[in-house]
């Protein structure tokens, strides 16, 4: 059976209104900000750099090996994939806690585990 809990997709503009209601900034202010950054990402990226924040991950460009697939409709005839750039995320260690785990990691590096409150009372 299919889980029922649906994912809800955080867009660049929910991202822009989130930020501006929560730091009482102009819209407008944090999407050139957001654009801004995310432009330099990119062509960090597309020079070959490797970009890298701590504690959420880094984005590096990685070559993806030639492969030969095969189309579902015709198996006998194999197809080459060629190599390729790619851009490969590794996640952090704080993030992976975050993801990984039910145990709460915080962004300023704190960390709190749900088992200790049952010890302490």
Known sequence: MA?????????????INSISQDKGIHPNDVRHVIQAFLDKMTECLQNGDRLEFRDFGVFEVVERKQK???NPKNAAVPIIIPARPAVKFTPGKKMRKLIEHDDTV???????DDSLDDDQE
């Open 106 to 112: 915080f962004l300023d590096g704190s960390f709190e």
């Open 3 to 15: 889980s029922t809990n649906k994912k809800s997709t955080m867009t660049k503009k929910k991202l």
């Open 68 to 70: 030969i697939g095969r």
